[in-house]
Nanobody, 121 residues
Framework: QVQLVESGGGLVQAGDSLRLSCAAS????????MAWFRQAPGKEREFVAT??????YVTTSVKDRFTISRDNAKNTMYLQMNSLKPEDPAVYYC????????????????WGQGTQVTVSS
């Protein structure tokens, strides 16, 4: 079983950048497909990006601004968010799965507690 802890959220202005981190313990992230999801107030949790040892995929709505990566040696995953917009504020969650599914929230077995991202205009 893997434990996940997110960090790096905060309050920024529109146009700024943030890098979120997801530190894993208990197991190595190289064994898992990792992903970021986000949930804005009053909305359902939505997929943002996923990464394996060889591939990345970022959802269309943010792919020009967000980059997902992982450092297996540090057992950490990242989400680089550039040019943040007023529609980006949410709690950002990292997740891990041993299944092949990419964007389906229900397929992810392990979740962090989330980190809040707030964007002021």
């Amino acid at each position: 079983q893997v434990q996940l802890v997110e960090s790096g959220g905060g309050l920024v202005q529109a146009g700024d950048s943030l890098r979120l981190s997801c530190a894993a313990s208990g197991r190595t992230i190289s064994e898992y497909r990792m992903a970021w999801f986000r949930q804005a107030p009053g909305k359902e949790r939505e997929f943002v990006a996923t990464v394996t040892n060889t591939k990345t995929y970022v959802t269309t709505s943010v792919k020009d601004r967000f980059t997902i990566s992982r450092d297996n040696a540090k057992n950490t995953m990242y989400l680089q968010m550039n040019s943040l917009k007023p529609e980006d504020p949410a709690v950002y969650y990292c997740a891990a799965t041993s299944y092949a599914s990419t964007t389906t929230m229900a397929s992810y077995e392990y979740w962090g507690q989330g980190t809040q991202v707030t964007v002021s205009s």
